[in-house]
């Protein structure tokens, strides 16, 4: 847990309620003992990287805030094309697995619901599914074979600022105890990751792929101007590479297509001659002849809209 650190740092000073919402996030490394039955690729592993942060804010404001962080999360999801998740309301778990007065549970409980009724999202109930400092809001995705896998999550909590006696000054002059909201865009790093690969099946949209290009060349005597066209566009940004392996064409073409490159640029003698290449898509479509200048502004559009499709 990064939490605890972040309350003393909060600790550290003095607050006033204009400061409200002090957020404080980090990119934190957590471990877990998981059995090794459990253990399962990148979606469930011991050691993980988590984008944690934790949000003080003053009571009045805790709806606010929780729309803030709801909207930030889903605007991280739908960025890279995850529209199909489903969303949980995990309530106070059952006995001694939970701590804190019951009103404050269900406080707790309506500020989340509320907020999801806000953002228009459909959610079920995930009884005693909660933290044992508070309830929270999980956001599920399925993996190839129909299991769900938690990444985002919103964790409200008024357990801890209890626990750790921090306080901020209120504008009466008074000394008052903030709300925390612990959050987790993508939840595990690993797990986000897990989830993206599956979702696309590898064929990652042009601006998520890691090499985005590959430059086929027909013949030796086509490697010097491939080589040239690479060079030309890493310098642009495109992440490119070059196969100038003696492989005919349309095996080039096939393992380019089975390794979900989005883009080739085949270079034959036309094309040399002319200072063109011919754009082909890992779909299969041939966009035939291209000047370099007009596929690099084609590339980049794409590239920098974040497009979904090629």
Not at 55 to 68: N, R, S, T
Not at 194 to 203: D, K, Q, R
């Amino acid at each position: 847990m990064n939490c605890p650190f972040h309350i003393l740092i909060y600790k550290s000073k003095l607050h006033s309620y204009r400061d409200s919402p002090i957020r404080m996030a980090e990119m934190g490394t957590v471990y877990r003992y998981e059995k090794s039955g459990v253990l399962h690729g990148l979606a469930r592993v011991r050691g993980f990287t988590q984008d944690d942060a934790q949000h003080f804010v003053e009571p009045e404001k805790m709806p606010e805030e929780i729309d803030f962080t709801l909207n930030f999360c889903l605007k991280i999801i739908r960025s890279f094309g995850l529209s199909e998740f489903k969303a949980y309301l995990s309530t106070k778990p059952e006995g001694d697995k939970a701590v804190g007065d019951e009103k404050y549970w269900q406080d707790a409980q309506k500020a989340l619901e509320d907020a999801l009724k806000r953002a228009r999202i459909s959610y079920d109930i995930d009884a005693g599914g909660g933290a044992f400092c508070g309830s929270k809001i999980d956001l599920k995705f399925k993996d190839a074979i129909g299991r769900e896998w938690q990444c985002s999550t919103i964790h409200f909590d008024f357990n801890l600022p209890e626990c750790f006696d921090i306080s901020y000054i209120g504008s009466d002059g008074k000394q008052h105890r903030p709300y925390m909201i612990h959050r987790a865009r993508f939840g595990s790093i690993e797990r986000f990751f897990a989830t993206l690969i599956e979702f696309y099946a590898g064929a990652f949209p042009v601006w998520l792929s890691p090499i985005q290009l590959r430059v086929l060349s027909i013949a030796d005597r086509h490697q010097d101007y491939c080589s040239q066209v690479v060079k030309t566009l890493k310098a642009e940004g495109i992440r490119s590479e070059l196969d100038i392996s003696p492989e005919r064409l349309a095996n080039k073409i096939r393992i380019a297509q089975r390794d979900k490159i989005p883009y080739m640029l085949v270079v034959g003698d036309k094309e040399q001659e002319q200072g063109k290449v011919a754009l082909r898509l890992r779909t299969g479509e041939d966009l035939g002849a291209k000047s370099l200048t007009e596929f690099i502004a084609m590339a980049k559009e794409v590239i920098s809209a974040k497009r979904l499709l090629i």
